[in-house]
C-alpha cells in the first residue's frame, strides 16, 4: 500500500540558508500535519492543512511556511535556518479528522535536517 | 507546559512477560488517545488507540486501558517479544477537530530474550 513519502530524507544546511521540505500524502487523503522532533524530545505539531487551505497551527517560527499544492503535496519552507533547527520533520495525512477514528492518519518516514 | 507526560523514559523486560507503559494527560476535554511505536530512522507507526467513550480496546497482543477521572492510559503488550523493543509514543487528539496530535515524550521499550 502506498505510504507517506517525505523528500529529501536527509538535508545538511548551514546557518542562515533555506530548506525546503517534501510530503507527499497518500492517495485520496485531504489532510496534511507537519510535525518537529527534535533530539530527544517528542514529536511537535507545527501546520497542519485541509483541502489545501491551512486547519491548524502550532510552534511554527514565523521563519518558517507551507503550503498543499492543487495535487495535495505539501512543502514546509524554513528560512534564515538556526543551529536550534536541526530536528527530524514529520509529515502524516489523513482524510478529515471526523472525531472518531483515525481515518488512516499515517506518518511518513520523516526528513533529518541538520544545520551546521 | 507538558499537556501529555510520559514519566518513565524506558523499561527493560524478558521476552514472554507483559510491558506496561503508562501515559497521563491534562486536559479532561481530550476526546482520542493514540499508542505509536518508533524505530530510529523511521516515522512514527500507529499501533492501537481508543475514544474517550471506551475504557479498553484490544487488538491482539496490544490493549490500552483508559481511565479518564484520572487522566491516565496504558498500554500493555502481552506477551512481549524482542521485536516490541522500540520507542512508544502516546498521543492525544486536542481540543478542535483539526486533527493535531500532542505527543508525550517517548518511552524505550527494551524486551530482553
Known amino acids: 500500500a502506498a505510504g507517506v513519502i517525505q523528500s529529501p530524507r536527509h538535508l545538511i544546511k548551514e546557518k542562515r540558508e533555506t530548506a525546503t521540505l517534501k510530503c507527499y500524502p497518500i492517495?485520496?487523503?485531504?489532510?496534511v500535519y507537519w510535525y518537529q522532533q527534535g533530539p530527544g524530545q517528542d514529536p511537535q505539531f507545527l501546520i497542519s492543512?485541509?483541502?489545501?487551505?491551512?486547519?491548524d497551527k502550532g510552534s511554527i517560527p514565523d521563519r518558517f511556511s507551507a503550503q498543499q499544492f492543487s495535487d495535495y503535496h505539501s512543502e514546509l519552507n524554513m528560512s534564515s535556518l538556526e543551529l536550534g533547527d536541526s530536528a527530524l520533520y514529520f509529515c502524516?495525512?489523513?482524510?478529515?479528522?471526523?472525531?472518531?477514528?483515525?481515518?488512516?492518519?499515517?506518518f511518513g518516514s520523516g526528513t533529518r535536517l541538520t544545520v551546521v | 507546559d507538558q499537556q501529555v507526560k510520559q514519566n518513565s523514559p524506558s523499561l527493560s523486560v524478558q521476552e514472554g512477560r507483559i510491558s506496561i507503559l503508562n501515559c497521563d494527560y491534562t486536559?479532561?476535554?481530550?476526546?482520542?488517545f493514540l499508542w505509536y511505536k518508533k524505530y530510529p530512522a523511521e516515522g512514527p507507526t500507529f499501533l492501537i488507540s481508543?475514544?474517550?467513550?471506551?475504557d479498553k480496546n484490544e487488538d491482539g497482543r496490544f490493549t490500552v486501558f483508559l481511565n479518564k477521572s484520572a487522566k491516565h492510559l496504558s498500554l500493555h503488550i502481552v506477551p512481549s517479544q524482542p521485536g516490541d523493543s522500540a520507542v512508544y509514543f502516546c498521543?492525544?487528539?486536542?481540543?478542535?477537530?483539526?486533527?493535531?496530535?500532542?505527543f508525550g515524550q517517548g518511552t524505550t521499550l527494551q524486551v530482553k530474550p
Open positions: 481508543i475514544s474517550s467513550i471506551k
Open positions: 492543512f485541509y483541502e489545501k487551505m491551512q486547519s
Open positions: 502524516a495525512s489523513s482524510l478529515r479528522w471526523q472525531g472518531s477514528g483515525l481515518w488512516g492518519y499515517t
Open positions: 498521543a492525544v487528539h486536542g481540543s478542535g477537530n483539526t486533527g493535531k496530535l500532542i
Open positions: 492517495p485520496r487523503h485531504d489532510t
Open positions: 486536559n479532561s476535554m481530550f476526546d482520542y
